[in-house]
């Protein structure tokens, strides 16, 4: 299974509800380790952390070890908001923004809880803990060690895997990247940040989502749908466990599919039904690949022989993971034969232009079917008439 989700070293300065002598210092002294981090300086770093924090000094240690290879064009923070203004010990809440050189065109935002004590006779704010904040996501670099390995479209991160692993990973995205620009022809940057973890568990920890949710899916795609051309380079996050078990067809099919995601990712909003993502991204991962309909789409497939024909187009709902695989499966499959039947019956730039015009929108409402309207010259129920009918010419 493939799936998709559609998210210089100095400080931005408090927020507006970050203000105060407090929340100043406290952001000069994140100015400080943002310094550090940038100049790779471990006393500096270290200087800006709890003296009396030993086993978190420690960590941080590490943490700044683990970045060592990784090529960082930008790491800064800026204080959203801080609690207990006039004690010894706050607390702040943080966006941590950083860009990787070559890749990030806007900076990456991680939100962190950090909190600060004073000490000694001049009052000095120092860092005594820092951890994701509440619903956000941990980063690559505090599983463990990052090995960077660098394809011609390709940035590969990895931890706990071997280095040949990542190299063909980055082989396998470096060939994604000129399939995706011959399906896409609008503009995008045509490079690919992958992230490889060490388990699915912590393939979990860099989604902040259940383990559940991803044992058999082999990679997803974070970033923001509808972003702008200078928005940040979006992560591809591969299960190493589901990846490994695919062959080299397979594993062709899931960084293809994901790139799409990534190339296509500013023309998709929240008014782009999952059918439609997710079957574009599939229809470019197959378009050259010598495999028939029901090879393709064998769940489906045996419905369609065994009279359970789908009704409609497959629902959001129905891409959610953790349920019914098989369910799940069909819901794919529906969905890149729906963006077939489009390319068939009206053309590749049909489709282009279809999807452009459903992600033109900010909402759900009509766009699918004003999309159809204007671009198909159709309405949804004509076109699902078309696609179940469709089903049973492929896949019978």
């Not at 100049?39 to 952390?49: F, R, S």
Request: hydrophobic share 40%; aromatic share 6%.
């Amino acid at each position: 299974m493939v799936a998709a989700l559609l998210l210089a070293p100095a400080c931005a300065g408090p927020g507006d509800s970050a203000t105060g002598t407090t929340a100043r210092e406290v952001a000069a002294t994140l100015d400080r380790r943002a310094a550090a981090v940038m100049e790779h300086d471990t006393a500096a770093y270290l200087a800006a952390l709890d003296p009396r924090a030993a086993s978190f000094r420690a960590a941080q240690r590490t943490e700044l070890h683990n970045l060592a290879d990784v090529p960082l064009e930008s790491w800064a923070y800026e204080v959203k908001e801080v609690t207990g203004e006039g004690a010894d010990r706050v607390t702040a809440e943080v966006e941590l923004r950083y860009r990787i050189q070559g890749y990030d065109t806007a900076p990456m935002s991680s939100s962190r809880t950090v909190e600060l004590v004073r000490r000694g006779e001049d009052r000095t704010w120092y860092i005594a803990a820092d951890r994701a904040a509440d619903g956000a996501p941990g980063q690559l670099w505090q599983q463990g060690d990052v090995e960077v390995v660098r394809g011609t479209h390709s940035l590969v991160l990895g931890v706990g895997r071997r280095t040949e692993e990542l190299r063909r990973i980055a082989a396998t995205a470096d060939r994604a990247v000129p399939a995706v620009t011959g399906a896409w022809p609008e503009p995008w940057a045509e490079r690919v940040v992958v992230l490889v973890p060490e388990s699915v568990e912590d393939m979990a920890g860099l989604l902040d989502s259940p383990v559940a949710s991803y044992r058999g899916i082999a990679a997803v795609t974070t970033g923001e749908v509808g972003g702008s051309a200078t928005a940040p380079a979006d992560r591809v996050i591969v299960n190493p466990g589901a990846y490994g078990m695919l062959g080299d067809f397979g594993q062709r099919v899931v960084l293809t599919h994901e790139t799409t995601h990534v190339a296509t990712r500013a023309h998709t909003s929240a008014a782009t039904p999952v059918w439609l993502s997710e079957g574009f991204a599939d229809r470019t991962a197959y378009r050259q690949e010598s495999r028939t309909a029901p090879e393709i789409a064998p769940e489906l497939a045996e419905a369609v022989r065994r009279g359970d024909l789908p009704a409609g187009l497959p629902t959001d709902e129905d891409f959610g993971f953790g349920g019914d695989a098989a369910k799940l499966a069909r819901a794919y499959e529906g969905g890149w034969l729906a963006c077939e039947l489009i390319a068939q019956e009206w053309g590749e730039e049909k489709l282009i232009a279809f999807y452009e015009a459903v992600g033109s929108r900010s909402e759900r409402d009509g766009a699918v079917e004003q999309a159809m309207h204007t671009v198909l010259g159709t309405t949804p129920q004509d076109f699902t008439a078309r696609w179940r009918e469709y089903l049973r010419d492929r896949l019978a």
